[in-house]
């Protein structure tokens, strides 16, 4: 009845989705591959959450002899399970004929979720005879116990349901509740944070920072240590900011991982002590790192405050921008990445710049927008006389740019265009971006800003690698230039979990493809539960959406972002204060400095030397260029070139 195979081996319990294989002690997979109509489809797993040992081994197996999902046709007291003869609660999903296919499939993904801890029944409103139900019950839970009586809930989505049947939720109040530290002092009710960043930290103020690695510096020893050291990371905060204070855990990490880099410090200056420093420094925001380079402007991190991303910027920002190639050989190697392998670690790509020595114009624009760009990609130049030999290679003409990704060390090759420093820069950073990206929290923000609807599969097991290699091989083809196609994998993203509540009113049955017109009118659209994924039935459903044929499964609300309270409302109070200051109205995350100087390529002899950090110390700063925008502050790099319409709090 049943193939034993016992592993030892790492891959194939990698590929099982299992943690780190050195803690297990012994585990147990069922496949289930009889279900399986098409060869190429993967067979479910299932695992047994008990300990290995016979009898539950036994037990389980005796449960999957039961049906996935029984379909009651009695009255729900009477109905016979395995699940309740081993006494395990069985759990009634309420259905009528209306929403019965949809209610089956909801019944199957929770019966799955449950496997070996409850079982699942679909017991029909319209039964012959009747069924006394609540109105508006969605859900019961029946005891193996007798004499209790069912208990009936209405249930949000399956975590929920999956909770009650777990016991993992008071099933009389079937509400989430916080516990008070016993020894704080302080009144809870008034201590509680509304923002979440203020309450984590809050939550946290008792641990104690590892800032040990993390230098401090003051008015008296900032010149000095950032003149010593070679390359040196500054993080300007103050004590009493909630961001600060948790960005601070991150940036130790920093710390950390960066001891025994020679010539790289990790300092922070409170900017609540030392004022006089972070105003010379042009400090106008909290928390802000700025990198110290001999000889160069100090460089602003604008990504994402966390200590992998800081890294990366720290150690990009250590490879000179960009990288002058002068033979046939260096270009080729760099297209190989023999030149920069050490560095792909912490980049996706690297761009090559191929001109000849008349086109002064593109050059400069890729010289200035390298510098902008510099801690976030990797630029090399190359405008000898063999540039052209390249252009013939890759059959193009110049100016070019050469694209080398490095996640699959793939190349495209894109003709210049536009000649413009800011059109260059925007060319350059959406050249180096994923075509096919797996969504998570830290780089939603850049996919978000291209403007585009998003067709966006979520998936959390590997049932969706397949709809996702149909997706995938659209966009090989370049099928969907109007769409950022993208997947989210509910196991490494779990707020998509909170995203398709928010769409469907509960997780609907998995992997579900939705598009998401974010950018223009708010409306998710969902690919049909009942139709195979394949690339021409996508291609047919978009065609479909864009003709009008298919309707909305809901509309993102319009409602701008605004304060919880209006006593939050600062920046209403400055405008009272001062009318005529009108650049608090713009967002912090949008305030930027001017962009670096433009140079002239006239050879290194004549390219002016940038300001000492000393001039920068002893002199005053101008104030911040302000960049309008209307967006709502989601990255800072590229704000200006991104608006907001459509609130999309849930990412």
Request: charged share 25%; aromatic share 8%.
């Amino acid at each position: 009845k049943y193939q034993f195979v016992l592993t030892t081996e790492d891959s194939m319990l990698k590929d099982i989705g299992a943690e780190d294989s050195s803690n297990l002690q012994g585990r147990l997979w069922v496949c289930h591959c009889k279900m399986v109509t098409v060869s190429s489809q993967p067979c479910r797993r299932s695992e047994l959450g008990q300990p290995l040992t016979t009898v539950n081994i036994h037990m389980y197996l005796k449960l999957m002899e039961d049906p996935l999902v029984i379909e009651a046709s009695t009255e729900p007291e009477k109905i016979s399970s395995v699940y309740l003869q081993l006494q395990l609660p069985l759990v009634l999903v309420i259905t009528q004929k209306e929403t019965y296919a949809l209610d089956k499939a909801n019944a199957e993904e929770i019966a799955w979720r449950l496997l070996g801890s409850a079982g699942v029944a679909l017991l029909s409103r319209d039964r012959p005879g009747g069924v006394n139900i609540p109105a508006t019950a969605n859900v019961g839970i029946r005891t193996a116990k007798e004499g209790i009586p069912i208990k009936y809930f209405t249930a949000q989505d399956f975590e929920e349901i999956i909770a009650l049947a777990k016991n993992k939720l008071d099933l009389e109040q079937n509400r989430e509740y916080l516990e008070v530290d016993e020894d704080s002092t302080e009144d809870f009710d008034l201590d509680f944070q509304d923002d979440e960043v203020a309450e984590a930290v809050h939550r946290d103020r008792k641990r104690v920072f590892g800032l040990e690695l993390v230098e401090s510096l003051t008015d008296e020893s900032f010149a000095a240590s950032v003149m010593e050291k070679k390359h040196v990371v500054v993080l300007f905060y103050t004590s009493w900011d909630a961001v600060s204070l948790a960005f601070l855990r991150s940036y130790s990490e920093v710390a950390r991982e960066m001891k025994g880099n020679l010539g790289i410090l990790i300092a922070r200056v409170d900017c609540g002590k030392w004022t006089d420093v972070c105003t010379k420094q042009n400090i106008t925001q909290y928390p802000v790192v700025k990198l110290y380079l001999p000889q160069e402007d100090p460089l602003l991190y604008t990504g994402m405050l966390g200590s992998d991303a800081l890294i990366k910027f720290i150690m990009l920002s250590l490879i000179p921008v960009p990288l002058q190639l002068t033979t046939l050989e260096e270009a080729k190697a760099f297209i190989s990445l023999d030149r920069q392998r050490n560095m792909t670690l912490y980049s996706s790509a690297s761009v090559l710049g191929l001109f000849t020595s008349k086109m002064s114009e593109a050059r400069h624009a890729f010289l200035n927008a390298s510098k902008m760009l510099k801690g976030y990609v990797i630029t090399g130049i190359f405008s000898e006389q063999d540039a052209s030999h390249l252009s013939e290679m890759y059959a193009v003409s110049l100016p070019a740019l050469i694209v080398i990704r490095h996640w699959d060390y793939s190349t495209e090759v894109v003709p210049v265009t536009k000649h413009g420093i800011e059109d260059m820069t925007l060319t350059i950073s959406r050249l180096v971006l994923e075509p096919f990206p797996e969504i998570t929290v830290e780089n939603f923000p850049t996919y978000f800003q291209l403007g585009k609807p998003l067709l966006m599969l979520f998936f959390d097991d590997d049932r969706g690698l397949i709809d996702r290699g149909e997706l995938a091989e659209l966009v090989k083809n370049k099928a969907l230039p109007e769409y950022t196609a993208c997947w989210l994998d509910l196991r490494s993203t779990p707020v998509g979990r909170v995203i398709l509540k928010k769409y469907f009113h509960s997780i609907p049955r998995l992997p579900i493809l939705v598009l998401i017109n974010i950018h223009s009118g708010g409306e998710i659209f969902a690919f049909p539960l009942e139709k195979s994924v394949t690339s021409k039935a996508i291609l047919d459903w978009l065609k479909e959406v864009k003709e009008g044929k298919d309707a909305p499964i809901t509309t993102l609300p319009s409602e701008a972002w605004k304060p919880p309270l209006p006593a939050y409302d600062f920046l209403s109070m400055m405008d009272e204060a001062d009318p005529t200051f009108a650049a608090q109205q713009i967002p912090n995350q949008l305030r930027m400095h001017k962009h670096p100087k433009e140079e002239k390529d006239d050879g290194p002899e004549h390219r002016p030397l940038r300001k000492s950090v000393k001039e920068n110390i002893d002199e005053d700063t101008e104030e911040p260029y302000v960049m309008k925008s209307d967006l709502k502050g989601i990255d800072r790099r590229l704000a200006s070139r991104a608006k907001h319409r459509k609130s999309h709090m849930e990412l």
